[in-house]
């Protein structure tokens, strides 16, 4: 497709199962990032992945939460032992590079919202 | 690390008057800012960018916004809004000084556009 895609895009799950997010970057994008939005707090930066690069893992919040990208395509986030508070939407973004440099423009998907009973 | 200040969460405006939503952010060295705005039940998409040069940057539907290096502003105007401008507006900004993969948020702006 000619955006990113993601998916689920609704997931309910029961407090205490994993669940996994999946994203499909815009085709040739080498950077893929994950963002969690919660109602009232805005945009919070999760795990950046870049070519072939060691990814930025600095936004994960807690070892329950864990993402990787095959390929460098397609990218899956993964949280364990699901908790209430990780009830959020869990958007997906992509970008290029522009003289070697990422300037910062991202390309969003429409976000996975998942709801822990 | 940056951060950025979006001073109004709600902003109720009627339809065809002027409106501006602000933002304010932490650092005054060289940044890229960005406004993205977010439909309801959608993913967020690119408004405007400030990457260098021109101070005025305008944007799609309309939108225009001004950087203000001295004051850390980078708000965002629109002389006539419609109702389909009703949406959530986020300000962004990342650091190209630190690699500028990693855009920072505003906690964002819910304008409210009265018939």
């Known amino acids: 497709g000619a955006g990113v895609s993601q998916s689920p895009s609704n997931k309910v799950t029961e407090k205490g199962k994993d669940v996994e997010l999946r994203c499909d970057p815009i085709?040739?994008?080498?950077?893929l990032y994950w963002y969690r939005q919660s109602l009232g707090q805005g945009l919070e930066f999760l795990i950046y992945?870049?070519?072939?690069?060691?990814?930025?893992k600095s936004g994960l919040p807690s070892d329950r939460f864990s993402a990787e990208r095959t390929g460098g395509s397609v990218s899956t986030l993964t949280i364990q032992r699901t908790q209430q508070e990780d009830s959020a939407v869990y958007l997906c973004?992509?970008?290029?590079?522009?003289?070697?440099?990422?300037?910062?423009?991202?390309?969003f998907g429409e976000g996975s919202r998942l709801t822990v009973l | 690390a940056q951060s950025v200040t979006q001073l109004d969460s709600q902003v109720p405006v009627f339809e065809e008057a002027p409106v501006e939503l602000r933002c304010n952010y932490s650092?005054?060295?060289?940044?890229?800012l960005f406004w993205y705005v977010q439909y309801p039940n959608q993913g967020l998409q690119l408004l405007l960018k400030?990457?260098?040069?021109?101070?005025l940057v305008k944007g799609i539907n309309g939108f225009e916004a001004e950087f203000n290096k001295s004051q850390t502003s980078f708000h965002l105007r629109k002389p006539s809004v419609h109702i389909s401008d009703t949406a959530e507006y986020f300000c962004?900004?990342?650091?190209?000084?630190?690699?500028?993969?990693?855009?920072?948020f505003g906690k964002g702006t819910k304008l409210s556009v009265i018939p």
């Open positions: 962004a900004v990342s650091d190209p000084g630190a690699g500028s993969y990693q855009l920072t």
């Open positions: 085709s040739g994008h080498t950077a």
């Open positions: 400030y990457l260098s040069g021109s101070t």
């Open positions: 973004a992509s970008s290029t590079t522009s003289g070697g440099a990422n300037t910062g423009e991202l390309f």
């Open positions: 650092s005054s060295v060289s940044v890229y």
């Open positions: 992945f870049q070519g072939n690069s060691a990814p930025d």
